[in-house]
Structure formats: structure tokens, C-alpha cells
């Protein structure tokens, strides 16, 4: 009883002070916070129905945080209903991010849709001149530990192993995985 109590306190706590780092203003939609999480950015982030960040019988749960930034006036975070994030989750946009409904996010997962500096030396000191936004449609499931690099789609009831750092957009209905990732199998 007293260590459940204490635990509740602790990430009461913990939560309350990670809140104070968030200074995004242009938050629509709620969601539900089983860990700490940090909204920032002059961007747009939008909830859907039933959102939930953070699990607390996993990995990560009292040593991490969620990192949500849309970082210009132009930038766009949405995610729609009845979708789960596990803990340790990162996502940064640029331009703009689309989680559908009904998706499934592992431990430890980053999406972005930008490189954030520009990759030719001479301009390395310059922001990403092409950002390309990211989508994750309907009924996906992603494992722990993977990356999402700009411009990249995942078909609807796709499934992303753990580990996978996603290079490139890949159709509906199929299993990806490795560095970079590639189709494992198509589900029926």
C-alpha cells in the first residue's frame, strides 16, 4: 500500500515538473499521461479521442519522458483516436506529422520529418532546406526501438519490427524491419 502510494506521488510529481518544461500553446484534444510529457514548439499538436502516452509496466517508465515538439508557427502534429504510445517517446516535426487511428507504438520510438541541419558541408550550420512529412495510417503497429525518417508512409495495418529504422514509405498489409528496413512478409 505505502509503496503504491509513494510510486503515485513520485510520478505526480515527476509529471507536474516535466509539464512546466512544455511551452506549446496551440494544443487541441486531450490525452491520457501515464509518464511525464513535454509539448513544445510555436506549432500545432493535436489529440484525438483516446490517447494514451506511457505504460507503467514497461521499460523506461520512471526513467524517461515523452518529447512531443512542432517546432515552427507552420508545423503540424496530428494524432487521432484510440492510439497508444509506449514509454521514451519522441517526435519532432518539422512540417508535419500524421498518426492515424488505432495505432500501436513500442518503448523508445522516434519520428521526425527532417535531417533538422542541411547535409552539404557548407551548410551544415543551416536548418534541413527539405523537410518532408511523415504518416503512419490506420491499424499500425510499431515496435520498440524504431525510427521514422522524413518523408516516410506506413500503409495501413502494416507492422514495424523492433529495431527498424525506416528509411523509406511501405505499402498496407505488410511487415517491415531491419536498418534499413525492408518488406519481411505481406499479411493476409
Known amino acids: 500500500m505505502m509503496k503504491r502510494v509513494i510510486g503515485r506521488l513520485f510520478m505526480g510529481t515527476k509529471k507536474l515538473v516535466f509539464s512546466l518544461y512544455s511551452n506549446n500553446s496551440r494544443i487541441n484534444g486531450s490525452y491520457k499521461a501515464i509518464q511525464p510529457v513535454v509539448l513544445r514548439g510555436k506549432g500545432s ?25 512542432a517546432r515552427h508557427e507552420h ?46 558541408p557548407d551548410n551544415r550550420q543551416q536548418t534541413d532546406p527539405n523537410p518532408e512529412g511523415v504518416i503512419i495510417e490506420n491499424n499500425v503497429f510499431m515496435g520498440n526501438n524504431v525510427t521514422l525518417l522524413k518523408g516516410v508512409v506506413i500503409g495501413e495495418n502494416s507492422v514495424v519490427a523492433s529495431g527498424a529504422m525506416v528509411t523509406k514509405s511501405f505499402p498496407a498489409n505488410v511487415i517491415i524491419g531491419g536498418n534499413p528496413a525492408v518488406i519481411l512478409k505481406k499479411l493476409d
Request: glycine residues 6%.
Open 45 to 69: 499538436i493535436q489529440f484525438g479521442q483516446n490517447v494514451q502516452i506511457g505504460v507503467v509496466n514497461a521499460p523506461h517508465f520512471h526513467s524517461s519522458y515523452a518529447y512531443i515538439e
Open 75 to 120: 508545423s503540424e502534429i496530428v494524432i487521432g483516436n484510440h492510439v497508444s504510445f509506449n514509454n521514451m517517446l519522441s517526435i519532432t516535426a518539422e512540417t508535419s506529422i500524421q498518426i492515424n487511428d488505432h495505432v500501436l507504438i513500442g518503448y523508445n520510438c522516434q519520428i521526425i520529418d527532417s535531417n533538422f541541419h542541411d547535409l552539404h
